[in-house]
């Protein structure tokens, strides 16, 4: 097996612990770093919060949910390379979970011969490093979003897998904790028009999800959008992130102020903006206060 790149960020998700230690063994020294999940549930927390670059799972999960957890997966994270394993599983199955979007099928026992082949072509799937083109100044995305929250994390599992793939896990960890604050603001108080009390309240009586349904029936709502702007710069060795609502922006002004004291704060803003300053402390806003700039250096 081939050394790979400390880069590469791997979820093992079977319910024996033993097969999640045999591939984290394979594994060892050749540049992955490795976590397991033993269930769905945990594993798409996992991959909603760690973006790995590959993950490997089991078909046969309890209560025959390897299938319904691969459509999740590519649904939510379309870039995410999925290898399937399974021991003796039936050849409709494993037709199914490749029209669904796996990268490949392994029996098991996984052979560590076999693993190395199956990583090999998962990682051909990966985006690449940006930096590696040759002649590549500048890239540019920009994505223009509803005001549905619920679609939020998707979002943001698609800008991490995309433009941020090669950043080490924790500086990862920290983006998407900061995309997540930035752009629920960005939705629910700038777009959305929801401010806080009225949030808590509608939450502490369980009817948040019908405050939002009736802000997304709004005639003079509904059709906000959010746009996000990604810009890699070769010559700066940065990335920078800037979002924008169709709000009425706010007095940022004060608020990054009151952002110091956060944690004493009774404002979710307040420390939402504290938590993605003390990732990114060159956090801005525009005069207005409906686009936020946050930079990323790559040194």
């Known amino acids: 097996m081939s ?8 979820l093992v998700i079977d319910p024996c612990p033993d097969t999640q230690s045999r591939i984290a063994e394979q594994l060892q020294g050749r540049g992955f770093s490795v976590v397991a999940a033993s269930d769905p549930t945990t594993a798409l927390t996992t991959i909603d919060m760690a973006a790995p670059d590959i993950v490997i799972t089991d078909l046969f999960l309890p209560e025959a949910a390897g299938l319904t ?7 939510r994270h379309e870039r995410c390379s999925v290898i399937v394993m399974a021991k003796d599983a039936p050849e409709l199955m ?17 052979t560590e011969e076999e693993l190395a082949h199956a990583l090999q072509r998962a990682r051909h799937l990966l985006p690449g490093d940006l930096s590696d083109i040759p002649g590549l100044c500048r890239s540019e995305y920009r ?3 509803d005001s549905n929250p619920t679609h939020i994390p998707g979002v943001i599992s698609w800008l991490i897998k995309t433009t941020a793939s090669t950043l080490p896990p924790i500086r990862r960890l920290h983006l998407r904790g900061a995309l997540q604050e930035l752009l629920f603001n960005a939705v629910e108080h700038g777009n959305l028009e929801i401010q806080y009390q009225e949030k808590q309240k509608a939450l502490m009586e369980g009817r948040y999800e019908q405050l939002l349904a009736h802000r997304l029936t709004q005639v003079r709502l509904r059709d906000r959008r959010v746009t ?3 810009l890699y710069d070769k010559d700066a060795n940065s990335l920078v992130y800037r979002i924008t609502d169709e709000g009425k922006g706010f007095k940022w ?29 060159c956090l801005t806003y525009n005069e207005r206060g409906n686009e936020v700039t946050i930079t990323i250096s790559l040194d």
Do not use: W
């Open 94 to 110: 494993i037709v199914q979970a490749l029209r669904i979007g796996a990268a490949d099928y392994l029996h098991k026992p996984v």
């Open 69 to 75: 957890l691969l459509k999740e997966l590519k649904a």
């Open 253 to 281: 002004q004060s608020l990054l102020a009151r952002s110091q004291e956060a944690c004493k704060s009774e404002d979710t803003n307040g420390r939402g903006l504290f938590l993605a300053r003390s990732f990114f402390p």
């Open 3 to 10: 050394t790979l790149t400390t880069s590469d960020h791997l």
């Open 143 to 145: 994505l223009t979003a």
């Open 228 to 230: 996000m702007h990604v």
